[in-house]
């Protein structure tokens, strides 16, 4: 494949160019096993009649696969990482905006802390297909803000200390979330011995959700500031940022 901004040749398809610095791939989707990871190159909008030799519609550019041969017991710590490594150096060479990823959660959390792209989770048969129709039907502004800094409010408590902060951060580290404004705690709610727990309600008619922290019979939301415009955009953001938490084991 040659560059598609200076025709430069490429060692791989999507790669970012050395010699005009640009980039070719917009967005990456990761469908990832255990035994092997298949990573999908798209192009940016506008950019698909240049995909290699695919025809004016499509925004593949191309695909990689890496593979592992799982290990068992303490070996299997070093060997997931190091799967998820060769997987997070292959996207650091196309310098993608997003990327995108479903399948095993493991291998996911694992590329997931390896490097610093915007990360979405994504469920579906066709995760090529579901990407590149969720990327034709948004178009949503990104917030560059690191966490610490969208975190404002009258309320300056969070419920479970350190442990509510990490689950407050991990949300506000959302590309697609402007604000994280923490509420007044309610400490009359059920109490639970699970810990404590978040969760991401349903969006309003503005795009922006509610953050729900659980710590055992108290109870705080807090508003989450989206960059959607919409239920619609507002409930894409809500499933993201519960993927997120999950992840993090707070679901």
Request: include cysteine; charged fraction near 30%; hydrophobic fraction near 35%.
């Amino acid at each position: 494949m040659e560059c598609r901004h200076c025709a430069s040749p490429l060692e791989k398809p999507g790669d970012f160019c050395l010699v005009c610095r640009e980039t070719n791939t917009e967005a990456i989707v990761l469908e990832a096993g255990r035994e092997r990871a298949t990573l999908t190159m798209l192009a940016g909008d506008g950019d698909e009649a240049t995909a290699a030799g695919r025809g004016t519609d499509d925004p593949v550019l191309g695909e990689t696969t890496i593979t592992t041969t799982p290990e068992a017991g303490e070996n299997e710590v070093v060997e997931l990482r190091n799967f998820a490594g060769l997987i997070g150096d292959e996207i650091r060479r196309k310098r993608p905006e997003e990327v995108y990823a479903g399948g095993e959660r493991a291998v996911i959390q694992a590329v997931r802390e390896d490097i610093h792209h915007a990360f979405y989770r994504v469920e579906d048969d066709d995760p090529v297909a579901a990407v590149v129709d969720r990327r034709g039907n948004r178009a949503l502004d990104v917030v560059e803000t690191p966490p610490a800094e969208k975190i404002g409010g009258s309320h300056s408590t969070l419920i479970g200390g350190r442990t509510g902060m990490r689950a407050i951060r991990a949300v506000a580290g959302h590309p697609h979330v402007k604000k994280v404004i923490p509420g007044p705690i309610d400490a009359g709610g059920k109490g639970s011995q699970s810990g404590l727990r978040a969760k991401v309600t349903r969006a309003d008619h503005g795009g922006n959700v509610r953050m729900l922290l659980r710590d055992g019979s108290s109870v705080q939301e807090n508003r989450v500031v989206t960059t959607a415009r919409d239920r619609e955009m507002g409930e894409r953001i809500r499933e993201d940022l519960n993927e997120v938490l999950d992840d993090a084991e707070f679901q």
